[in-house]
């Protein structure tokens, strides 16, 4: 995009000077206020919203020089509440577009199949209608739409802002899962600054008039935000959010204050250290139950019920020190369960010991921000 500017007949501009470049096989997130011009300037991308200034670039093609419904069908396109066609049955919303495109009718279900078990749904939904449908399972439809005829380029235009927090935490990890496997090249607008963080690759914030007011990825943006403006659409957070780019892989574990229900009064008296106040009891074959202090365990006698919730576990070595912190706040002793993927717990880790590694990535990272300057 070289200095894309959208100027309606009243004289208001929704978009002025917008130039980017969006890189290939990524997720490139337009975030910012109401009127800010994000949702302008993606339907500028596939020409719903023609352009009154400047060049659009697809792959070094204009895409003012290519016919509009060819451009259109070139493209994914999902928006909020997906726009299924409600007398359509999901398997034909899906093959709308290979249908458009010529594709046999087999052939374009065929494909409807196979992408439906791509973004998680189950095959028995075929021949259901939109209606009959939850909100999070109508979006995943969309999001298979959009992908039916492979398209290189997806647009997504607040997809998932109409469904309830815990589904949309899903339909964001099923699309990041999703780009993992196909690679597409997503612009994908939002107001939600946490959802642009965690989806961007790179991340547009945009400011109120439609200019660019920072272009860069999450880390860089929540480490050092461009301006005022930034700083301020980022919230108070922002440290906060900025750990999520930081690997709990270097916390030191311990497993020390960790017993099993089937211990030995030795075993449990072996655990009481000073260091930690508090046991961590598993089951027999290592799953975590809940804490206790040390006198109120009896060998043979644990009962799982008088334990202490240990809050959430984190995935040692995969989860960010984000999530080992709030693991630790979480936990009524101050302590984070952190399991391996199968669920068995790998150790435990204080505050202060992730305050420690909090610490020490904020200096490496300054350490590599000032060598790559």
Same mark, same amino acid.
């Given at each position: 995009? !070289?200095?894309?500017?959208?100027? #309606? ?14 890189p ?7 975030? *910012?206020p ?21 060049t ?7 895409i ?6 060819? /451009? ?9 509440n ?22 046999g ?25 939109? #209606? ?8 995943r ?21 109409a ?8 339909l ?5 899962r999703?780009?993992?496997e196909? *690679? ?12 642009a963080?965690?989806? *961007? ?20 943006l /929540? ?39 089937d ?10 250290t000073?260091?930690?106040? #508090? ?5 027999? !074959? ?8 040390p ?23 995969? !989860?960010?020190?984000?999530?080992? /912190? ?7 002793? *101050?302590?984070?369960v ?16 992730i ?11 300054t350490?590599?921000a000032?060598?790559?300057?």
């Open positions: 995009m !070289d200095s894309v500017t959208k100027r #309606y007949p009243d004289g208001t501009v929704a978009v002025d000077r917008l130039s980017l470049d969006i290939d096989r990524s997720i490139t997130v337009l975030v *910012g109401s009127g800010c011009g994000k949702t302008t300037t993606l339907r500028m991308i596939n020409r719903m919203v023609e352009p009154s200034e400047g659009i670039l697809l792959d070094g093609r204009d003012m020089r290519q016919p509009v419904n060819t /451009l259109r069908r070139s493209m994914g396109y999902v928006i909020q997906a726009g299924l066609f409600q007398h359509r049955t999901i398997i034909d919303n899906i093959a709308t577009v290979p249908r458009l495109l010529g594709w009718k087999e052939k374009a279900r065929e494909r409807a199949r196979e992408l439906m078990g791509r973004v998680g749904l189950d095959a028995s939904l075929a021949k259901r209608y939109p #209606y009959q449908l939850s909100g999070g399972q109508q979006q439809v969309g999001v298979a739409r959009a992908l039916a005829a492979d398209p290189p380029v997806l647009l997504m235009d607040e997809p998932f802002s469904v309830d927090p815990v589904v949309r935490k899903g964001q990890d099923e699309l990041l999703i780009q993992e196909l *690679g597409k090249t997503i612009v994908f607008v939002t107001h939600d600054i946490d959802e963080v965690k989806l *961007g690759t790179m991340v547009a914030v945009m400011r109120t008039g439609g200019r660019l007011a920072q272009f860069a990825p999450p880390a860089e /929540l480490s050092e935000p461009a301006d005022e403006f930034v700083e301020d659409f980022l919230g108070a957070d922002r440290g906060i959010r900025r750990l999520s780019f930081f690997p709990s892989a270097g916390l030191e574990l311990v497993t020390a204050p960790v017993v099993a229900t211990s030995t009064a030795e075993q449990i008296a072996a655990r009481d000073p260091d930690a106040p #508090y046991l961590l009891v598993t089951s027999p !074959d290592g799953k975590p139950l809940g804490w206790s202090e006198r109120n365990l009896t060998a043979g006698e644990i009962d799982p019920a008088q334990l202490l919730s240990y809050g959430r576990p984190f995935v040692a070595g995969t !989860d960010s020190l984000r999530a080992a /912190l709030d693991c630790a706040v979480l936990s009524p002793t *101050g302590w984070a952190a399991v391996d993927a199968d669920g068995r717990v790998a150790g435990v880790v204080s505050q202060q010991t305050a420690e590694a909090i610490r020490g990535a904020h200096k490496e990272s350490s590599e000032k060598a790559l300057r």
